[in-house]
Nanobody
Framework: QVQLVESGGGLVQPGGSLRLSCAAS????????IGWFRQAPGKEREGVSC????????YYADSVLGRFTISRDNTENTVYLQMNSLKPEDTAVYYC??????????????????WGQGTQVTVSS
């Protein structure tokens, strides 16, 4: 069955870096747009970044543009989110998700059909 498993979260000081991984199984990663989302306590889920299935084009929320980089390794069936210059406001549970097959890339969560369990990222001194 379709599974997405995130890893790489943890506690980091402001200005630090983390790399999140999203390991996919049960489907061919290269055929789907994959997105990263996050949800902080008391806040709505926010789209962070996605990478297109067709041409590998990347998209970012304004809040992370220039600091986060999404990439994919189709041979490893894994998507990565490199997070640099982390800020306390980046603290959240981070989720990866698979987009519905035929939709154009977006950061709208309702357009994603399978989700991982999430990994906690805490940015604090």
């Amino acid at each position: 069955q379709v599974q997405l498993v995130e890893s790489g979260g943890g506690l980091v000081q402001p200005g630090g870096s983390l790399r999140l991984s999203c390991a996919a199984s049960g489907f061919t990663l290269g055929y789907y747009t994959i997105g990263w989302f996050r949800q902080a306590p008391g806040k709505e889920r926010e789209g962070v970044s996605c990478i297109s299935r067709s041409d590998g084009k990347t998209y970012y929320a304004d809040s992370v543009l220039g600091r986060f980089t999404i990439s994919r390794d189709n041979t490893e069936n894994t998507v990565y989110l490199q997070m640099n210059s982390l800020k306390p406001e980046d603290t959240a549970v981070y989720y990866c998700a698979r987009m519905h097959f035929l939709l154009s890339p977006s950061l709208r969560s309702e357009q994603y059909d399978y989700w991982g369990q999430g990994t906690q990222v805490t940015v604090s001194s």
